[in-house]
């Protein structure tokens, strides 16, 4: 399966062609191309246009220009923003946020991070400059070889509506790792970072989403470095206040669960959603197995409005072949990808399976490097990405039922260590590394048809290849469509696109070539 990625970044000397009735676009002179880091412009959850960042000219042996090429929804050129910079500087990530565009450089040589911000008429509104830190440096160097290996979608920097950007890092200072939070403001001049205060020698954070106030992390934290006693936090950052608005562990109140958090949706109210596993309130969410799915309505002061739980045993069992501790027959287990929340208040919610298996051949090439003295590099486990499943909850978050949508299994990529982690540190791996199918769902504004989209490999007797397909809700059932994929090109990517459509990109690497172009779908 290809990696996920929401972007696509253009490096190329030259050479545009539009066909703009049709939308198409041509792109010529290719120098190379890294699906990574440009994207889709949205408003109320429609496709307005899409942005391009790309080299397109050598100054001089020191100096390169670079363009922001912004397109609109039927793929016609908008506007050409150029700037001149050392030929040092690499894009890491991008983001919109409704108003302004954002974009996170790196300076290998001066050592630098440079944050730029864009009004979509081709205005440089704001510049932020942060030199490397002990803390950084130790990132930066993790970041680079992640950015070689993989062309995942952005994982740093997300938009916090029209009041600015925010990015979330890792850092790094000897032992200790822990993260950083930086703000970066769009409508005003205004940069702050919040570093957490606390003993932890190990804190991972991940951005689950935001308010119009609050940024909303979950966080995993250990006071010691090699200690299995892993705790999952709720953790609200004001982004107007630069204050913590909560840090909720879920052992604080009488409650007789534990909630580990993986999706949060916005309500139209003020209040949001939390959804992810729950166990027993004595275990441990990160290790233990869960008993079901939690959905938590929450004010932005991290107060618990209500609580709903749906148990595997009982609950998704009328709908699921599944044990008591989340495991489903021929799927495995669920990651949680995206709320669907509607305007009478139900939710569809959208999963997928992944398998952990032992590897006979990872437990041979186990054994045989740690008898050599060798470090043990290799996974025993086998992990296995299955099937799409599609779950519906009424306005009291009951499960009402859940159908399984049939994809080729394939298998996934794992880091060293995944042989002694939980399925749920499993599944942040895999999301964090593209490994699943999921690409996106697209909607209209009041959520009342949506269609689910993601990627499959197709192996039959008259055809072998990719294909996209999608789930699509019209506001009564679900029915199923794909498109073959049927392609020359070095790489290709799906991008959403105006209701009806898709939007493909085609990479020809040897005629130094990039193709766009909108497909219809159901």
């Known amino acids: 399966m290809y990696k996920k990625m929401f972007a696509v970044v253009l490096l190329f000397l030259s050479g545009w062609s539009a066909l703009k009735a049709q939308g198409k676009l041509s792109i010529d002179n290719v120098y190379s191309a890294y699906l990574r880091n440009s994207g889709t412009i949205m408003e109320k959850q429609q496709i307005k246009g899409y942005f391009f960042f790309y080299l397109s000219d050598k100054v001089d042996r020191k100096t390169n220009e670079y363009t922001l090429q912004i397109l609109d929804e039927n793929l016609n050129k908008v506007k050409d923003i150029k700037f001149e910079d050392n030929k040092n500087v690499n894009l890491l990530e991008a983001a919109y946020n409704g108003n302004s565009l954002s974009f996170l450089f790196q300076d290998e040589k001066e050592r630098k991070l440079t944050m730029k911000i864009y009004s979509m008429e081709g205005k440089?509104?704001?510049?932020?400059?942060?030199?490397?830190?002990?803390?950084?440096?130790?990132?930066?160097?993790?970041?680079?070889?992640?950015?070689?290996?993989?062309?995942?979608?952005?994982?740093?920097?997300?938009?916090?509506?029209?009041?600015?950007?925010?990015?979330?890092?890792?850092?790094?200072?000897?032992?200790?790792?822990?993260?950083?939070?930086?703000?970066?403001?769009?409508?005003?001049?205004?940069?702050?970072?919040?570093?957490?205060?606390?003993?932890?020698?190990?804190?991972?954070?991940?951005?689950?989403?935001?308010?119009d106030s609050l940024i909303i992390l979950q966080v995993l934290s250990r006071r010691r470095l090699l200690s299995n006693a892993m705790k999952p936090h709720l953790v609200g950052i004001n982004f107007i206040t630069k204050k913590v608005a909560f840090d909720l562990e879920g052992d604080e109140d009488e409650d007789e669960y534990r909630i580990l958090p993986t999706s949060i949706k916005r309500k139209s109210d003020?209040?949001?959603?939390?959804?992810?596993?729950?166990?027993?309130?004595?275990?441990?969410?990160?290790?233990?197995?869960?008993?079901?799915?939690?959905?938590?309505?929450?004010?932005?002061?991290?107060?618990?409005?209500?609580?709903?739980?749906?148990?595997?045993?009982?609950?998704?069992?009328?709908?699921?072949?599944?044990?008591?501790?989340?495991?489903?027959?021929?799927?495995?287990?669920?990651?949680?990808?995206?709320?669907?929340?509607?305007?009478?208040?139900?939710?569809?919610?959208?999963?997928?399976?992944?398998?952990?298996?032992?590897?006979?051949?990872?437990?041979?090439?186990?054994?045989?490097?740690?008898?050599?003295?060798?470090?043990?590099?290799?996974?025993?486990?086998?992990?296995?990405?299955?099937?799409?499943?599609?779950?519906?909850?009424?306005?009291?978050?009951?499960?009402?039922?859940?159908?399984?949508?049939?994809k080729t299994n394939n298998a996934a990529a794992t880091p060293p260590g995944i042989d002694y982690v939980s399925q749920h540190?499993?599944?942040?791996?895999?999301?964090?590394?593209?490994?699943?199918?999921?690409?996106?769902?697209?909607?209209?504004?009041?959520?009342?048809?949506?269609?689910?989209?993601?990627?499959?490999?197709?192996?039959?007797?008259?055809?072998?290849?990719?294909?996209?397909?999608?789930?699509?809700?019209?506001?009564?059932?679900?029915?199923?469509?794909?498109?073959?994929?049927?392609s020359n090109a070095s790489k290709l990517k799906i991008f959403p696109a105006k209701p009806g459509s898709v939007m493909i990109l085609e990479y020809f690497k040897k005629e130094k070539r990039i193709d766009v172009h909108l497909e219809k779908i159901s």
């Open 124 to 211: 440089l509104l704001r510049t932020y400059i942060n030199e490397y830190s002990r803390k950084t440096e130790e990132f930066m160097k993790m970041y680079n070889k992640d950015r070689a290996d993989n062309e995942a979608t952005n994982q740093h920097v997300f938009d916090v509506g029209e009041k600015g950007f925010v990015s979330v890092m890792p850092v790094k200072d000897g032992k200790d790792y822990t993260y950083e939070m930086d703000f970066y403001g769009s409508q005003k001049k205004a940069y702050w970072k919040y570093i957490p205060d606390d003993k932890n020698r190990f804190a991972v954070a991940e951005y689950l989403g935001n308010t």
């Open 270 to 406: 003020g209040t949001f959603l939390v959804m992810g596993p729950y166990c027993d309130k004595d275990a441990n969410p990160v290790k233990s197995a869960s008993k079901g799915l939690a959905v938590y309505e929450m004010n932005t002061a991290g107060k618990i409005l209500s609580r709903k739980y749906n148990s595997w045993e009982t609950d998704f069992a009328k709908y699921l072949h599944t044990s008591g501790k989340g495991k489903i027959d021929e799927i495995g287990y669920l990651c949680i990808h995206n709320l669907i929340l509607t305007a009478d208040g139900k939710l569809t919610v959208v999963g997928e399976g992944y398998k952990r298996q032992v590897s006979a051949g990872g437990t041979a090439l186990k054994a045989l490097s740690i008898a050599a003295g060798g470090v043990d590099a290799f996974n025993a486990t086998k992990i296995t990405i299955t099937d799409m499943v599609v779950m519906t909850f009424d306005e009291h978050f009951n499960v009402t039922g859940a159908q399984i949508f049939n």
């Open 425 to 486: 540190m499993i599944a942040l791996a895999l999301k964090s590394t593209g490994a699943f199918d999921y690409d996106f769902t697209t909607s209209d504004e009041d959520n009342e048809t949506f269609s689910i989209c993601y990627s499959d490999y197709e192996r039959t007797g008259d055809y072998k290849g990719q294909t996209f397909n999608t789930i699509h809700y019209n506001g009564s059932k679900f029915t199923k469509d794909k498109i073959k994929l049927k």
